[in-house]
């Protein structure tokens, strides 16, 4: 299912399994032998749009290889696909959306936006018992006058001066994902 080479280092899916839905599987995804989560990949049914779920353990930020991981999601969902991130896990982005936060003023939201993602949503309350614990929902939109305006409203949120500098400099480019990463 996933295979990348992410700066000399393989990226992987292992474990695959069919659940009790015929288009949701289930997966560890595994980075040179260590787990950076366990994934659910649903692949789309009519009107449902296709989404991956990642429980996030965000140790692959500390080796500065999270936004690569990311974007190897961003690449592989459909059109208006979503990616949900877990960050139970990463006190650092728990901890700026308790101190109230937006999601694009965290380490975690600035890796999800350099990846190509522009529209998110903090599921910090899940509204049943099937959505699991706090996630971020990161919408895949390919259109560049959506992407634009989902990035105008994202510099008006934004409160730290690292997601302000970021969000202006793609607005500036007139794109809304980091060159460097094509």
Known sequence: MIEAEIKGRKLRSENLLSTHIAELKT???????????RCHYFLGRGYYPPWI???YDPWPRREQIEVDIFKVFFDLLKENGRFFVTYYKDSST??????GLSIADTELGRSLIRAGFTWFKNWYFPEGGNEGGMKVQANKNMDINVRKRHLTELLAEVKTPESRELIAELLAQGQSRDRSLQ
Do not use: K, N, S
């Open 53 to 55: 779920e990642l429980d």
């Open 27 to 37: 997966f560890d995804l595994i980075l040179d032998g260590r787990l950076v989560g």
């Open 94 to 99: 728990f901890g700026a959306i308790m101190r």
